[in-house]
């Protein structure tokens, strides 16, 4: 099956790609393109070319898995100035995504017309490259600098109808099966006319670019691309396109992409990309498996993770049941999810239809027997085992057959709960992060005895309400919860030798992070768990809580916060930390950076190595998505896992070697050192 076929309709050369799974513009496809035009130019019968794709979408971008390998001519550029240099115009045919090489492919034809449906981007700068086929010199010719900047440093595509307004698209096809005969009559249309569009292209609309527009751009974007080098490289790609003449602009842009093409951030954010994709695999899992219809689901507890929960199913069209104990506590769930909404109205994210909507599939109720038709329910009720127990053994006795009862556990034992009931295999831990309608992690926990199915019907769940999921193994904290338990006891321990609790975090913000641990202890609140009437002093934490010190929420917590909640390290708490250092008997003294960060992130590298050598995690790479998902790990570092392959396995299992002493009860995972000893690493 070739990837290119040709045919002649009337005097129209129709030109089609047929590489599946999204006609990646991989070698053979590019070589197809190529003949394709030697054909058009040579056949005095063309008068003018459709490019167009069959399946699902018009070509997604030049084929990721071709990246770090030798090239193969032609190279997409030569293809896409071979179209815009042929003699005849060329119109592209666009249905799907025309994303990155696809796209600079249509910006290489004469015209593009599109259906509705279709998205158009450059999403290059996602994967830690910059587009590198012309489309930083292509698009602002089209469509400006204005529109043509954030789409390519944000990597955000725009919808047709957007594309067509901007300038993108000469025109829409409203008939969506009715595409290439559309785009053959424009084609037979434009082949009549004299003037050459290709000079039209390039027009002088970029010439009125103020030089302030960058700046500009940059300073309103800096917060949200920090740590990223390819955005940056993106802009200075559109400054040659306004201060160099065309030809050479194209050269900056090549020597830019050839630059970041090759960088760790590429490889890690090109990691990142498959990873997503790999998590959604379950390797001992039929592809067949018979999905169970979700259509109903039931949430018990109205909290912030309730309501969180809830909303995930609710803006996804599912109807939800919410059931609370008593009537103010379902009333104050049910208002914060409507508020919730109401916010996000307001932001102009979705329409007010689309909240009145979503609350109307909401039903509160205080009687779980309402919950008997949910085809799925999840309670997020206290963390404690026994009220689980209770909890599951009620719904065992009131869920109709082939209901899957989920527990939103952050760290308890899925397979204990599971037990309190007579149906095991219908009992599937769904950890959702919190806030849960913003999070994308969910971590599926799949107990001992769960079925296949209940396991495949959460899976593809996940995809449906916007999650990232990731399958792990009954263990305490599962994946995430796990690593993070292993930074913090460290982060604790740093403390007591002489550590202060900003320095700490201070590491994990260079490094990336949103925040540190100790900052996230005064998000969450330090009271979480917390009882004052058997408070003893005996812990920093039960100290701060004495004395009003119980996170943001109070005003106060590790540290001090003003109105703004800004945060100020507080000299209350370095004394206190002090003074539990001094009587921890450790030797105090002053802990450099390196330190630090070694000894956050070391052992959690190393329980990840554990977890994947108990099977908890099927492969590394879900580790890293866990991390990037769920607690902001930093993606242009590729995640724990990635990250550690790039410091290189010796070099962490030397580190956690170094800092033995400080680590007592740590045991080097054997994987983690079998790996390091042989050179290889966790993610291929
Ligand atoms: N190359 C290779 N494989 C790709 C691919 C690509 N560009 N895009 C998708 N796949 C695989 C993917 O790994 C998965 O494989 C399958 O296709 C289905 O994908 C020169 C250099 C198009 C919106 O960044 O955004 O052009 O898991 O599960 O949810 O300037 O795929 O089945 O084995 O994501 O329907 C720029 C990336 C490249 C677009 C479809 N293009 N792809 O989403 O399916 S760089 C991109 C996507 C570039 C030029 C530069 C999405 C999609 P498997 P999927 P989907």
Redesign the pocket.
């Known amino acids: 099956m070739s990837v290119i076929s040709t045919r002649i309709q009337g005097d129209v050369l129709v030109v089609t790609a047929d590489n599946p799974?999204?006609n990646?513009?991989?070698a053979a496809v590019r070589q197809g393109l190529m003949d394709a035009m030697r054909q058009a130019a040579s056949d005095d019968a063309v008068k003018a070319v459709v490019i167009r794709c069959d399946g699902?979408?018009f070509f997604?971008?030049?084929?990721?898995?071709?990246?770090g390998k030798p090239p193969v001519s032609p190279s997409?550029?030569e293809v896409i100035d071979a179209i815009e240099n042929c003699p005849k115009p060329v119109v592209a045919a666009i249905h799907?995504?025309a994303?990155?090489?696809?796209l600079?492919v249509a910006l290489g034809c004469h015209y593009r017309v599109a259906v509705p449906s279709a998205?158009l981007g450059?999403?290059?700068v996602?994967?830690g490259?910059?587009?590198?086929?012309g489309?930083t010199q292509r698009l602002p010719r089209v469509v400006g600098v204005e529109a043509a900047l954030p789409m390519i440093v944000t990597?955000d595509p725009v919808p047709a109808k957007k594309a067509k307004a901007m300038g993108l698209l000469d025109a829409l096809v409203e008939d969506e099966a009715g595409l290439e005969d559309a785009a053959i009559a424009f084609a037979q249309d434009v082949a009549g006319r004299s003037e050459h569009p290709v000079s039209s292209r390039r027009s002088d609309r970029i010439a009125d670019t103020p030089p302030s527009a960058f700046d500009d751009f940059r300073k309103a974007n800096a917060r949200r691309l920090k740590g990223f080098e390819a955005p940056e490289a993106c802009i200075q790609a559109v400054e040659a396109a306004v201060s160099q003449p065309y030809e050479e602009g194209i050269k900056t842009e090549r020597v830019l992409?050839q630059k970041f093409?090759t960088g760790t951030q590429s490889k890690a954010l090109r990691h990142v990309?498959?990873a997503e994709?790999?998590a959604?695999?379950i390797d001992d899992l039929p592809k067949d498996i018979e999905i169970l219809p979700i259509r109903k689901v039931g949430i018990i507890g109205a909290g912030t993770m309730g309501g969180g929960i809830a909303m995930n199913f609710l803006s996804a069209g599912i109807p939800v049941t919410m059931v609370e104990m008593k009537q103010d506590a379902l009333d104050r769930g049910m208002g914060i999810i409507r508020r919730n909404y109401d916010n996000t109205a307001k932001k102009g994210r979705i329409t007010q239809q689309q909240v009145d909507t979503a609350m109307s599939n909401l039903t509160g109720s205080l009687d779980y027997a309402d919950l008997a038709d949910c085809d799925l329910v999840i309670e997020a009720v206290f963390e404690l085992m026994d009220i689980k127990k209770q909890v599951f053994g009620k719904l065992d006795s009131i869920m109709k057959p082939g209901a899957i009862l989920a527990t939103n556990t952050s760290y308890l034992n899925v397979n204990e709960i599971a037990a309190s009931t007579g149906r095991p295999e219908w009992v599937i831990g769904l950890h959702f992060f919190s806030p849960a309608n913003v999070m994308r992690l969910l971590e599926i926990v799949r107990g001992d005895r769960t079925a296949p199915q209940v396991l495949a019907t959460a899976m593809k769940l996940a995809r449906t309400i916007g999650k990232v999921a990731v399958v792990s193994g009954v263990c305490h904290g599962f994946i995430g919860n796990r690593m993070l338990a292993a930074r913090q006891k460290q982060a604790n321990a740093l403390l007591m030798e002489g550590a202060k609790p900003h320095q700490i975090d201070q590491v994990l913000l260079d490094f990336g992070f949103p925040m540190g641990p100790f900052q996230m202890a005064d998000l969450a609140g330090l009271d979480l768990g917390w009882k004052e009437e058997e408070s003893k002093g005996e812990t920093i934490r039960d100290v701060l809580c004495e004395r009003g010190r119980r996170g943001q929420k109070t005003g106060k917590g590790f540290y001090d916060y003003d109105e703004k909640r800004n945060r100020t390290p507080s000299d209350e708490v370095n004394a206190i930390v002090a003074g539990f250092a001094a009587k921890s008997g450790k030797a105090q003294r002053d802990i450099g950076d390196d330190e630090i960060r070694e000894r956050l992130l070391f052992p959690m590298v190393n329980e990840g190595a554990l977890i994947l050598e108990e099977g908890i995690a099927q492969r590394a790479s879900d580790i890293d998505m866990v991390w990037l998902n769920g607690y902001g790990w930093p993606a242009y570092t590729g995640g724990p896992m990635f990250w550690a392959d790039i410091v290189g396995l010796s070099t962490v299992v030397a580190g956690l070697e170094r800092h033995g002493d400080a680590m007592p009860d740590l045991t080097i995972s054997s994987l983690l050192k079998d790996k390091a000893a042989k050179g290889e690493r966790f993610n291929g």
Request: proline share 9%.
């Open positions: 799974p999204v990646a513009l991989g699902r979408t997604a971008g030049a084929d990721i898995t071709e990246f997409l550029p799907g995504t994303l990155g090489g696809g600079e998205k450059l999403p290059e996602k994967l490259i910059l587009p590198g086929a489309g990597g992409f093409v990309f498959f994709r790999a959604q695999k």
